[in-house]
């Protein structure tokens, strides 16, 4: 099985900040990465496809890089309404999620 | 706009089997470009892929799990449908249907769960 390694698992940060969430695959997984936001209740949201392909309807603040094993989530300009915890996924082999980054208010 | 909403009992007994459905509405099932997946995520805990089908009933599922899951689709119906087997407390969970959408770039196919549906409580007790 792959695994995906997310780094921080939280982290606190002001709105206006530049955030960097981390991932790292056990393998290389070429650019068959995603990442999803889930806020508290609802169901995932698919941000970023193909390790940096902005969903449709997703804010340009949101922004996706890496390939092979590392992989990076960018929020650019932190907005009231990105606090929230964010998922990465491999689509290699089968699926695996990281274990998920909470990004809390300052 | 498609929406996919899940249904099944919200309490099962240890050892029995799991049984849930999502229907789609709103679009299609049978296109070429979607496998239609289930997704769980424990209380407080992050989310675990289960497996996913396609319309042709060509599945993947989990290795975790494999042994005991079943996925299935009724087109007709627009529906698909998972059977968790001997299920304990560990499968207690929120489960999520979702439709995993395939980006042809004509070189490489890629994959996304685009659409989710709202989610359903499953909690196993006796």
């Known amino acids: 099985d792959i695994q995906m390694t997310q780094s921080p698992s939280s982290l606190s940060a002001s709105v206006g900040d530049r955030v960097t969430i981390t991932c790292r695959a056990s393998?290389?997984?070429?650019?068959?990465s995603n990442w999803y936001q889930q806020k508290p209740g609802k169901a995932p949201k698919l941000l970023i496809y193909?390790?940096?392909s902005l969903q449709s309807g997703v804010p340009s603040r949101f922004s996706g890089s890496g390939s092979g094993t590392d992989f990076t989530l960018t929020i650019s300009s932190l907005q009231p309404e990105d606090f929230a915890t964010y998922y990465c996924?491999?689509?290699?082999?089968?699926?695996?999620f990281g274990q998920g980054t909470k990004v809390e208010i300052k | 706009q498609v929406q996919l909403q899940e249904s099944g009992p919200g309490l099962v007994k240890p050892s029995q089997t799991l049984s849930l459905t999502c229907t789609v509405s709103?679009?299609?099932?049978?296109?070429?470009?979607?496998?239609w997946s289930w997704i769980r995520q424990p209380a407080g805990k992050g989310l675990e892929w289960i497996g996913r089908?396609?319309?042709?009933?060509?599945?993947n599922y989990n290795p975790s799990l494999k042994s005991r899951v079943t996925i299935s689709v009724d087109t007709s119906k627009k529906q698909f449908s998972l059977k968790l087997s001997s299920v304990t407390a560990a499968d207690t969970a929120v489960y999520y249907c979702?439709?995993?959408?395939?980006?042809?770039?004509?070189?490489?196919?890629?994959?996304?769960?685009?659409?989710w549906g709202q989610g359903t409580t499953v909690t196993v007790s006796s």
């Open positions: 089908i396609y319309t042709s009933g060509r599945t």
């Open positions: 393998q290389s997984i070429d650019s068959y």
């Open positions: 996924q491999q689509s290699y082999s089968n699926r695996t």
């Open positions: 193909a390790a940096s």
């Open positions: 709103g679009g299609s099932i049978t296109s070429g470009n979607y496998y």
């Open positions: 979702a439709r995993e959408y395939v980006w042809d770039t004509g070189a490489y196919y890629y994959y996304g769960l685009d659409v």
